[in-house]
Structures are given as C-alpha cells and as structure tokens.
C-alpha cells in the first residue's frame, strides 16, 4: 500500500510537469504569432511613414536605433543583437545565476519590444533569431516555476524553447528539431529529445491553429533536373559560399571590436554610434528607395515567386544594411535579413543561367548564402525547403548547402553563432559571479570551434 501510494505521488508529479512544459510550449506558439503580428505591424506603420516622406527616415532612423541601444544597455541587458548566441551561451554556462538573467521575461519581452521598434525604425533586422531567445526565455521560466534541480531537465527545456521558437517563427517544425540538433546542441541526446519534439510540435501547432497552415514563401513547382540544370549547384555554392563567409567573419570581427577611432566612439558613446548607424541607414534606404528597411521579407517573396526582378544593388546594399544594423548594437536576428540577401543573389545570378529555371536558381541562391552564414547545411536545406513547400528541390538544395558551407568554411572558420556565443562566454567569466541556492552542474563542454 505504502509502495502504491508513492508511485502515485510519483505519477503525478511527473503529469504535473509535462503539463506545466506543455502549456509552456502553447505559450511559446501564441507569443510567436503574436511577435509576428507585431513584426507585420511594424512594417506597415514604416511604410506609411515612408509614403509620406522618405526623408523623414533620416530623423526616425538614427531615433529610433539610439532609443533601442539605450533602452536594451540600461533595462534589457543580454537582449541585444539575434538571441541565437544568448540561447547557445546559456547551454554551456555553469552559473544559473547568469543564465536567470539571460533568459528572463523581462528579457524576453524586451527583445519584443524593442526589436519591434528597430523593425519600424528601419533596421536590417529579423524577428526569428529573438524568437528562439523568447522560446527558451519561457521554457526556462517554466523549469524554474517547477523548481527542476536536475540540469540537464533544465538544458532540455532551454534547447526545446529555442527549437519551438524557430518551429513557430517560420511554420517549420521540422526546421527547428534539425535546428536544435545541429546549431544549439550540436548533439542529439534521448534524454532530451522528448522535451525538444513535444514542444515543437505543441508550438508549431498552436501556431497553425491562430494563423493557419501556411509556407513562409508560398508554395513553389520548381524542379532542377539532372544535366545542365546542376550547372547552378556548384555556380550558387561557390558563390553564396564567399558572400555568406565573408559576412560572417566580418561580423565576428565586429563583435570583437571595431578598429581605430571607430572603435573607441563604439565603446565610449554607444547610444551616438547607434544614431550614426540609423543615419548611415537611412542614407542607404533612401538611395534604395526603401527596399533595404526591415526583413526583407517581402522582396525574397516577390523574388522567389517571379513577380519582381531586383538589381544586383539590392542584395549588395542589403549585406551591407545588415551589417550596420548588427555593428549598432539592437535587438534583432539575422535568418530574415540573411534569406532575402540570399534570393537577391539567386535571382541576379538566375540571369547568367538560362538553362535552369530561374525559381529553382533563386531558392539554390537563398539556400547557399543562407548555409555560408550560419554554417549549418541541414538546418539551412530544411528551413527553405519547409518555407517553399517544395520536396522536389531537396537534393540540389542539400548539394548546395554543404557546398556553400565548405566555401565559407574555408574563409570564416568559425560557425558564426558559436563565436558570437563565446564572445558572451568570454564577457561572462570576467564578470564577478553571484552566489545562489541553485545546484551547479558539472562544467559543460566548450563550444566547438567547427562542425
């Protein structure tokens, strides 16, 4: 009897828990839409103001990104840039202390908030790499609600907030398993992989069930035949490959500083480099006439279905949007920004490849740019060919992706977002740290420096 009654305690503690994590990931799915929503709103309200004057972005801009670095370095500190690279760093951190603060929902809303402002203030910037950060952010509250002592119940529930997060983000709930796989974890454990699956799909669902069942891109036929099609395999992996790996590693420089009396404006006045940014911003999108604010979601849609042709000055000007927009210090991603400069290539490059249908060269394009940056050709194969609907493509973009990898490997060697999570690692060690009631875990493994 005595036996009967503890395994009952047992029973419904743990139901207690996998409703409490499953709650958590309906969470995870409602706060992305409406993340989403907010992100749409966004571009709307900078598209009307545009309308009205293009040259008021030459005062909103710099406003707008001085505010949002001021705000993340005084109330939102560990908000600012993708989220991608907090989420990595908290996988790896001993002190719970600090993963607490990196993954709090203050945080968490501020990324909201003030990714949102960056949106309508015109930053090259993205919402799905903060919506992992969101995604964990609240799969940790949950752990902690639940007071877990064991640390790998908590990794588990981090690395399942960052994969619903994706999951939800784009409607690619197999995206972000391969993403939890391959970019967080760099591992699969069966300890975890439970946690990770249910809160992908409970997320990914709840997304479905707000908005729909809806690609990211739309739906595309396009197909690439074995023969002369393939020319555009090694044509977009080699050159996506070296945009993409030159991106990176002028990124991870920036992280480490800028040079010269750049660099110490940087470091000494942030909020003003900032307002310089938004200016040299604005310059940009007034010379583009508005095509470089925001995601860029709208021109990689219009490229990849064919309704829109951009010149080469597109994909040029936003690389180096995107740049600014990081180098500033705002909260935003990199993945929207990243596959509308990578369709901006394959749609340039489409013209130098008749004998392949330009749709199939658009999405090789997006794919190998895509791939070079985050140097993860799973993830990346999978995510576009979730966000087109399109299977027949799966082969000539996974020949693509790990070609383009393989190019930016060898010029950026380092995966972007383990450099910039080492980079927090880096800040985290030299701070003081602060004492708690919490069981430390056993000292992770470092972060490998290739995959």
């Not at 340039?348 to 997006?366: D, K, M, N, R, S």
């Amino acid at each position: 009897m005595r036996h009967l009654r503890r395994s009952a305690r047992i029973t419904t503690e743990q139901w207690r828990r996998k409703l409490a994590c499953w709650a958590a990931a309906v969470v995870v799915g409602v706060v992305a839409v409406g993340f989403a929503m907010a992100a749409d709103a966004a571009a709307t309200l900078r598209n009307h103001i545009i309308a009205i004057s293009p040259w008021i972005m030459l005062a909103l801009t710099p406003a707008g990104l001085a505010l949002s670095t001021w705000l993340t370095r005084t109330w939102f500190r560990g908000a600012q840039g993708s989220g991608i690279p907090q989420t990595i760093a908290t996988l790896h951190l001993e002190n719970f202390a600090i993963i607490d603060r990196l993954l709090s929902l203050r945080v968490a809303a501020g990324k909201i908030v003030l990714t949102t402002l960056g949106l309508v203030a015109g930053g090259s910037i993205g919402r799905e790499g903060p919506s992992v950060q969101i995604g964990a952010a609240i799969m940790h509250a949950c752990g902690r609600w639940l007071n877990l002592s064991t640390v790998s119940m908590r990794r588990g529930l981090i690395l399942a907030g960052g994969a619903s997060g994706v999951s939800a983000a784009f409607n690619t709930p197999l995206a972000g398993i391969v993403f939890a796989i391959e970019e967080l974890s760099h591992s699969f454990e069966q300890r975890t992989s439970g946690t990770m699956l249910t809160g992908v799909i409970l997320s990914g669902v709840t997304a479905i069930a707000l908005v729909g069942n809806y690609s990211y891109f739309g739906h595309t036929d396009v197909v690439v035949p074995i023969g002369i099609s393939w020319i555009a395999v090694p044509t977009c992996g080699i050159l996506g490959g070296i945009g993409g790996g030159v991106f990176s590693a002028i990124l991870i420089r920036a992280t480490r500083g800028l040079p010269g009396g750049l660099g110490r404006f940087a470091r000494g006045r942030p909020v003003a480099f900032a307002a310089a940014c938004g200016l040299l911003l604005a310059v940009i999108g007034i010379a583009s006439d508005g095509i470089t604010y925001g995601t860029g979601y709208e021109q990689a849609h219009e490229i990849i279905e064919g309704k829109t042709h951009y010149p080469a000055s597109f994909f040029i000007l936003k690389f180096i949007a995107t740049i600014i927009s990081y180098c500033s210090g705002i909260p935003g991603g990199l993945f929207a920004p990243s596959l509308a400069i990578g369709a901006g290539f394959g749609g340039w490059v489409a013209q130098f490849l008749p004998h392949t249908t330009p749709g199939a060269v658009v999405l090789l394009g997006t794919v190998a740019y895509f791939s070079a940056v985050v140097q993860s050709p799973l993830t990346a194969s999978v995510i576009v060919m979730e966000m087109c609907d399109n299977q027949q493509v799966t082969l000539a973009l996974l020949a693509t992706s790990f070609l383009a990898y393989g190019v930016s490997r060898m010029i950026c060697s380092q995966p972007l977002y383990a450099a910039l999570a080492e980079a927090f690692l880096d800040g985290m060690a030299t701070a003081p740290r602060t004492p708690v009631a919490t069981p430390r875990p056993p000292a992770a493994p470092p972060l490998p420096a290739a995959r």
